[in-house]
């Protein structure tokens, strides 16, 4: 069995306060439980690590000193800013594996992640800290895992290098694929424009056609998809495009297409309040069938078993 629960769905940056109570406020971290393996595996270090590290204080420590591993999309501030806030980092005895996109920039994995724990950014030093931290960068293919856990990776559309996670273990699977857009053609597409390039321009749309579709093989037949959906259609259209995220209707086109059992919309846009999810709600979640997926927009605290 795999646990999943939500500590932060929210994108881009922290919004606590009145109107983002129900759906939450603090940005990207997920927790995956392995119960009959006493295994506990975490994706991205956004603001909502601090209360998942609160919790494995009360929760996990009493039996034991901590071991984890912290799986990272990409390295933007929102999916990292919480890495300093990580309780069990300050106990000696605690082991935490970070693994993430290797880079193409000379900075390490270690110096973005561990780097905010400088002082010039913060009162205390990750030499400081009692926890055992071993960084190891991935790229795109297939780990065995151990304990019968397989993990699959795949680069997705951002300004930066990111990775979705395909986990399988026994019969279920379990997909992310966040912070993502569709892939589109770089190249010139008019004929009119003086740039254009036939051969360019049908290579280009080639080549994006290929990666939209090597993504949905990837989240192919998944049982939980947590996708990015950070816009709607028209907003993705009126000049969001480029900025990394998807709009809700592609998320959902994309799972129907891949056959997937259960939809997570996740990486909420700040500005949307609990009243205008609860309005895109009405519109767009529902509750599966045989054919459809389930499909409805992650909150924090919530938990799902597969």
């Given at each position: 069995?795999?646990?999943?629960?939500?500590?932060?769905?929210?994108?881009?940056?922290?919004?606590?306060g009145?109107?983002?109570?129900?759906?939450?406020?603090?940005?990207?971290?997920?927790?995956?439980?392995?119960?009959?393996?006493?295994?506990?595996?975490?994706?991205?270090?956004?603001?909502?690590?601090?209360?998942?590290?609160?919790?494995?204080m009360?929760?996990?420590?009493?039996n034991?000193?901590?071991?984890?591993?912290?799986?990272?999309?990409h390295?933007?501030?929102?999916h990292?800013?919480?890495?300093?806030?990580?309780?069990?980092?300050?106990?000696?005895?605690?082991?935490?594996?970070?693994?993430?996109?290797v880079?193409?920039?000379?900075?390490?994995?270690?110096?973005?992640?561990?780097?905010?724990?400088?002082?010039?950014y913060?009162?205390v030093?990750?030499?400081?800290?009692?926890?055992?931290?071993?960084y190891?960068?991935?790229?795109?293919?297939?780990?065995?895992?151990?304990d019968?856990?397989?993990?699959?990776?795949?680069?997705?559309?951002?300004?930066?290098?990111?990775?979705?996670?395909?986990?399988?273990?026994?019969?279920?699977?379990?997909?992310?694929?966040y912070?993502t857009?569709p892939?589109?053609n770089?190249?010139?597409?008019?004929?009119?424009?003086?740039?254009?390039?036939?051969m360019?321009?049908?290579?280009?749309?080639?080549?994006?056609?290929?990666?939209n579709?090597?993504?949905?093989?990837?989240?192919?037949?998944?049982?939980?998809?947590?996708?990015?959906?950070?816009?709607?259609?028209?907003?993705?259209?009126?000049?969001?495009q480029?900025?990394g995220?998807?709009?809700?209707?592609f998320?959902?086109?994309?799972?129907?297409?891949?056959?997937?059992?259960?939809?997570?919309?996740?990486?909420?846009?700040p500005i949307?309040?609990?009243?205008?999810?609860?309005?895109?709600?009405?519109?767009y979640?529902?509750?599966?069938?045989a054919?459809?997926?389930?499909?409805f927009?992650a909150?924090?605290?919530?938990?799902?078993?597969?």
């Open positions: 069995m795999m646990k999943i629960k939500f500590w932060g769905v929210r994108g881009s940056i922290p919004c606590p009145p109107l983002t109570m129900k759906y939450g406020g603090n940005t990207a971290c997920i927790e995956l439980r392995f119960p009959e393996l006493n295994r506990l595996i975490i994706i991205d270090a956004g603001s909502g690590l601090r209360e998942l590290g609160n919790y494995m009360a929760h996990d420590l009493p034991g000193p901590i071991k984890t591993e912290i799986y990272l999309t390295t933007h501030w929102d990292i800013m919480g890495f300093p806030f990580f309780t069990p980092l300050y106990i000696p005895g605690t082991k935490v594996k970070v693994c993430g996109p880079s193409y920039e000379k900075d390490t994995l270690e110096k973005i992640v561990g780097g905010q724990l400088t002082y010039r913060f009162p030093r990750e030499v400081e800290l009692g926890a055992e931290i071993k190891f960068p991935l790229k795109e293919g297939s780990l065995d895992l151990g019968g856990i397989k993990l699959t990776t795949k680069y997705l559309n951002h300004p930066i290098l990111c990775l979705g996670y395909r986990f399988e273990y026994k019969d279920k699977v379990f997909c992310t694929a912070d857009e892939f589109a770089v190249f010139v597409s008019d004929p009119q424009d003086p740039a254009y390039d036939e360019m321009a049908e290579e280009g749309a080639q080549v994006a056609a290929e990666q579709q090597a993504v949905e093989n990837f989240i192919a037949g998944a049982d939980l998809l947590i996708h990015d959906s950070q816009y709607t259609a028209a907003e993705y259209a009126a000049g969001k480029g900025w995220h998807s709009s809700i209707e998320a959902i086109a994309q799972a129907k297409r891949a056959k997937v059992k259960s939809l997570a919309l996740f990486h909420h846009e949307r309040t609990d009243d205008q999810y609860d309005a895109l709600a009405d519109i979640c529902q509750d599966g069938s054919d459809e997926p389930r499909i927009f909150r924090e605290g919530m938990e799902i078993e597969l």
